[in-house]
């Protein structure tokens, strides 16, 4: 019971750690699966985002270059001169084209000295040299087709908001280079536009050149920003010209964002989309919140209900293990109790007995005592250790410790003998009634014991009819026991025998006790209550049962469950064995016996049946005398209990030398006997009297012979 306690407990521990960890595990895969997600949704938001701004840089660029080629044709064939002397007339041409391009800031047209020669700014225009603009030096240096420049600061006289320029060659009639086309473009066009598509937190456009200057930047910053040709966005637009994706630390402001970056085709630009990592955890934060908003409770009310069943559990425990430890100490206390009332039943009967032996005794003792009478006290004496015996073995069968001489014999034949001894025995007032079918039922016990269990259960219901009434003793064969008992099962079965009578019957209080040794409900001086402990004993030793049914005023059954035996086994005819007379003989005997006393009796009743005793008091010493000369030896005669190696051991030792003696043992009790048996050797029960000795002498020593005699000749 304990541990199943424990495995509850364990179990709910387990539990209360699964209600934390399999949501925890649970979150963390569907952490990691939300994550991924996210990733692919916010990598599918900036390549969108991405296709806006390329589709719209690309046709910013297509009308700028629109723009200038409209430029360079209304200028073609014309020489410095004949564009000075119509300045007035292009400024205006070029103040139309700026005013139709809201991404263009001016429109220039520059001689082969970096000077202005007309724009759509101011006319005429300032004497300033735009030489050393990386716009003019680039076509100076050859045709390279249209050119993107950084982002310049507007040169005194002019002023106004910053610019990047894009431009083109003006040749001579010659194909000689003869100045430059230009358009500045304003950066806050595209960083306007980028603020109105990105408008989810984290945005991030820009316009880079493919030398890492970058052209135009949402979120805008006030200063110039450039990514290094080295720098991861360098490597990776080596590695991925057209197009890639990528998570980078920019430059402009530190912030670490995920980025997809696209070439615009035909244009030495990048259009560059992209959040800030911060802004996709935040999506993903706020997404596992309100899993967690839900988690969170649904966890804890798991975890708090299973951590209450824990708690209420394990003070249930503590109440049942409080309870049990109380049971425990009442059942402690009945035990001391039964012990006790054993105690003095066995002190009473025995001190009865003992006062007949002491009065006897003390009788005997007197010289003028007349020969009947002193007869009469011998009788005396011998009939009280006869009872004094009876009253142990019962004692013995009710422990289960009673050394049982097991063998098949059919209970049937056996009940109906025993109906005409009991009929005398419990009187002429009462009926008995024997129901026995014609078949065998074969059982495999000590058939005394049986006996007495069957006597023992018809004086107990003779009491309970108080000398009047009906008795039924019933056999039969059953296939298994009472499903209340704990006997295990045997596959022949059993063979039930039923007493049942019509006496006062049995209060069902008082079913657990009516087996208990010297509990009786009888008046004083008319039963020991050891009857049916005796049956009980028997019952369990031989791998039976017993069981009780009783309806107080209409009488009680006794059952007797033996295993029932089938097969090839045979029923032995019952002991009709004459004793052997107590003659003499010259027989040698070995007499092994620890107490000095009781070995001193047995050599002397031996000595005067004629034979030669040597009395050794252990085990070691007799096999000393053995190992002298065996074959002066005609009997070894045993103790089973002494110090040191038992008789039963002695035995097997003699066995294992292949001494050809006789060997029998004497017990009073032996747990080794009652659990194992005698194993094939004579056995001889404590108390015995000098009749029973020469009885079990003349046996073995007469067995000894027949076998020398039918022994072949060499």
Same mark, same amino acid.
């Given at each position: 019971?304990?541990?199943?306690?424990?495995?509850?407990?364990?179990?709910?521990?387990?539990?209360?750690?699964?209600?934390?960890?399999?949501?925890?595990?649970?979150?963390?895969?569907?952490?990691?699966?939300?994550?991924?997600?996210?990733?692919?949704?916010?990598?599918?938001?900036?390549?969108?985002?991405?296709?806006?701004?390329?589709?719209?840089?690309?046709?910013?660029?297509?009308?700028?270059?629109?723009?200038?080629?409209?430029?360079?044709?209304?200028?073609?064939?014309?020489?410095?001169?004949?564009?000075?002397?119509?300045?007035?007339?292009?400024?205006?041409?070029?103040?139309?084209?700026?005013?139709?391009?809201?991404?263009?800031?001016?429109?220039?047209?520059?001689?082969?000295?970096?000077?202005?020669?007309?724009?759509?700014?101011?006319?005429?225009?300032?004497?300033?040299?735009?030489?050393?603009?990386?716009?003019?030096?680039?076509?100076?240096?050859?045709?390279?087709?249209?050119?993107?420049?950084?982002?310049?600061?507007?040169?005194?006289?002019?002023?106004?908001?910053?610019?990047?320029?894009?431009?083109?060659?003006?040749?001579?009639?010659?194909?000689?280079?003869?100045?430059?086309?230009?358009?500045?473009?304003?950066?806050?066009?595209?960083?306007?536009?980028?603020?109105?598509?990105?408008?989810?937190?984290?945005?991030?456009?820009?316009?880079?050149?493919?030398?890492?200057?970058?052209?135009?930047?949402?979120?805008?910053?006030?200063?110039?920003?450039?990514?290094?040709?080295?720098?991861?966005?360098?490597?990776?637009?080596?590695?991925?010209?057209?197009?890639?994706?990528?998570?980078?630390?920019?430059?402009?402001?530190?912030?670490?964002?995920?980025?997809?970056?696209?070439?615009?085709?035909?244009?030495?630009?990048?259009?560059?989309?992209?959040?800030?990592?911060?802004?996709?955890?935040?999506?993903?934060?706020?997404?596992?919140?309100?899993?967690?908003?839900?988690?969170?409770?649904?966890?804890?009310?798991?975890?708090?209900?299973?951590?209450?069943?824990?708690?209420?559990?394990?003070?249930?425990?503590?109440?049942?293990?409080?309870?049990?430890?109380?049971?425990?100490?009442?059942?402690?206390?009945?035990?001391?109790?039964?012990?006790?009332?054993?105690?003095?039943?066995?002190?009473?009967?025995?001190?009865?007995?003992?006062?007949?032996?002491?009065?006897?005794?003390?009788?005997?003792?007197?010289?003028?005592?007349?020969?009947?009478?002193?007869?009469?006290?011998?009788?005396?004496?011998?009939?009280?250790?006869?009872?004094?015996?009876?009253?142990?073995?019962?004692?013995?069968?009710?422990?289960?410790?009673?050394?049982?001489?097991?063998?098949?014999?059919?209970?049937?034949?056996?009940?109906?003998?025993?109906?005409?001894?009991?009929?005398?025995?419990?009187?002429?007032?009462?009926?008995?009634?024997?129901?026995?079918?014609?078949?065998?039922?074969?059982?495999?016990?000590?058939?005394?014991?049986?006996?007495?269990?069957?006597?023992?259960?018809?004086?107990?219901?003779?009491?309970?009819?108080?000398?009047?009434?009906?008795?039924?003793?019933?056999?039969?064969?059953?296939?298994?026991?009472?499903?209340?008992?704990?006997?295990?099962?045997?596959?022949?079965?059993?063979?039930?025998?039923?007493?049942?009578?019509?006496?006062?019957?049995?209060?069902?209080?008082?079913?657990?006790?009516?087996?208990?040794?010297?509990?009786?409900?009888?008046?004083?001086?008319?039963?020991?209550?050891?009857?049916?402990?005796?049956?009980?004993?028997?019952?369990?030793? =031989?791998?039976?049962? *017993?069981?009780?049914?009783? $309806? %107080? @005023? /209409?009488? #009680?059954?006794? &059952? !007797?469950?033996?295993?029932?035996?089938?097969?090839?086994?045979?029923?032995?005819?019952?002991?009709?064995?004459?004793?052997?007379?107590?003659?003499?003989?010259?027989? =040698?005997?070995?007499? *092994?016996?620890?107490?000095? $006393? %009781? @070995? /001193?009796? #047995?050599?002397? &009743? !031996?000595?005067?049946?004629?034979?030669?005793?040597?009395?050794?008091?252990?085990?070691?010493?007799?096999?000393?005398?053995?190992?002298?000369?065996?074959?002066?030896?005609?009997?070894?005669?045993?103790?089973?209990?002494?110090?040191?190696?038992?008789?039963?051991?002695?035995?097997?030792?003699?066995?294992?030398?292949?001494?050809?003696?006789?060997?029998?043992?004497?017990?009073?009790?032996?747990?080794?006997?009652?659990?194992?048996?005698?194993?094939?050797?004579?056995?001889?029960?404590?108390?015995?009297?000098?009749?029973?000795?020469?009885?079990?002498?003349?046996?073995?020593?007469?067995?000894?012979?027949?076998?020398?005699?039918?022994?072949?000749?060499?």
């Amino acid at each position: 019971m304990q541990t199943a306690q424990r495995n509850s407990l364990r179990l709910l521990q387990w539990m209360m750690a699964a209600a934390l960890a399999l949501p925890l595990a649970l979150f963390v895969f569907a952490s990691a699966m939300s994550w991924i997600s996210i990733s692919e949704a916010a990598d599918r938001e900036i390549q969108r985002t991405l296709d806006v701004a390329h589709e719209h840089a690309l046709k910013v660029f297509e009308t700028i270059d629109r723009g200038l080629a409209e430029v360079t044709e209304v200028v073609r064939g014309m020489g410095d001169a004949d564009i000075g002397a119509r300045e007035k007339s292009l400024h205006e041409r070029l103040r139309q084209v700026a005013m139709a391009l809201p991404q263009v800031k001016s429109v220039w047209v520059f001689d082969a000295n970096g000077r202005a020669l007309v724009n759509s700014l101011v006319q005429p225009a300032p004497d300033v040299d735009f030489s050393d603009r990386d716009y003019f030096r680039i076509h100076a240096q050859g045709d390279i087709g249209t050119y993107i420049g950084e982002v310049l600061t507007p040169r005194p006289p002019y002023q106004g908001s910053r610019f990047f320029s894009v431009g083109r060659r003006r040749n001579g009639d010659d194909g000689s280079f003869a100045g430059v086309i230009q358009a500045s473009v304003l950066p806050e066009y595209f960083e306007n536009f980028y603020a109105r598509i990105g408008r989810e937190p984290g945005s991030f456009l820009a316009l880079i050149r493919t030398d890492g200057a970058v052209l135009a930047h949402f979120p805008a910053v006030g200063h110039d920003v450039r990514f290094q040709p080295s720098g991861p966005l360098g490597r990776q637009i080596v590695a991925s010209p057209e197009a890639g994706t990528m998570t980078i630390q920019s430059p402009a402001d530190g912030i670490e964002r995920r980025m997809r970056y696209q070439r615009l085709a035909e244009y030495p630009v990048y259009v560059s989309a992209g959040l800030e990592t911060s802004a996709i955890q935040s999506r993903w934060m706020s997404t596992m919140a309100q899993h967690l908003i839900f988690g969170i409770p649904a966890t804890a009310l798991l975890f708090g209900l299973l951590a209450l069943a824990f708690r209420r559990t394990q003070r249930l425990q503590e109440e049942a293990n409080r309870r049990i430890e109380a049971e425990e100490a009442l059942r402690h206390g009945q035990r001391l109790e039964a012990l006790g009332q054993l105690t003095g039943g066995v002190a009473h009967d025995f001190n009865n007995l003992l006062t007949v032996i002491r009065a006897s005794v003390d009788m005997l003792r007197r010289p003028d005592l007349p020969e009947p009478r002193r007869q009469r006290y011998i009788d005396a004496i011998s009939n009280t250790v006869n009872r004094a015996a009876k009253l142990t073995n019962q004692l013995l069968a009710f422990a289960r410790r009673q050394t049982l001489k097991p063998e098949v014999f059919d209970a049937c034949q056996n009940v109906r003998t025993l109906s005409e001894m009991i009929a005398t025995l419990i009187g002429a007032r009462i009926e008995i009634t024997a129901q026995v079918p014609d078949e065998t039922c074969l059982v495999n016990a000590d058939a005394g014991q049986f006996e007495t269990a069957i006597i023992n259960m018809a004086v107990n219901a003779r009491d309970a009819m108080d000398g009047v009434g009906r008795l039924t003793i019933a056999v039969r064969a059953v296939d298994r026991l009472p499903s209340a008992t704990s006997t295990p099962p045997n596959s022949p079965g059993h063979v039930a025998v039923s007493v049942t009578d019509t006496g006062v019957g049995i209060p069902q209080e008082l079913f657990g006790r009516i087996f208990e040794p010297f509990y009786t409900t009888k008046e004083v001086g008319h039963g020991t209550g050891l009857g049916l402990s005796q049956v009980f004993g028997f019952a369990k030793q =031989s791998g039976g049962e *017993v069981t009780v049914t009783s $309806e %107080v @005023g /209409k009488g #009680a059954t006794f &059952t !007797l469950y033996l295993p029932r035996v089938v097969g090839g086994h045979g029923a032995r005819a019952q002991r009709t064995e004459d004793a052997p007379s107590v003659d003499r003989t010259n027989a =040698s005997v070995l007499i *092994v016996e620890d107490n000095a $006393e %009781v @070995g /001193k009796f #047995a050599a002397d &009743t !031996l000595t005067q049946l004629g034979c030669t005793c040597v009395l050794v008091d252990n085990a070691t010493h007799a096999l000393e005398e053995l190992a002298v000369d065996a074959d002066r030896f005609d009997l070894v005669f045993t103790d089973v209990v002494m110090p040191g190696m038992s008789g039963i051991e002695l035995a097997e030792e003699i066995r294992r030398q292949r001494l050809d003696l006789p060997i029998v043992l004497a017990s009073g009790y032996s747990q080794v006997l009652s659990q194992q048996g005698s194993g094939g050797f004579e056995l001889l029960q404590k108390p015995y009297s000098a009749e029973q000795l020469a009885r079990v002498l003349h046996k073995a020593t007469r067995s000894r012979r027949l076998k020398r005699d039918q022994a072949p000749a060499e």
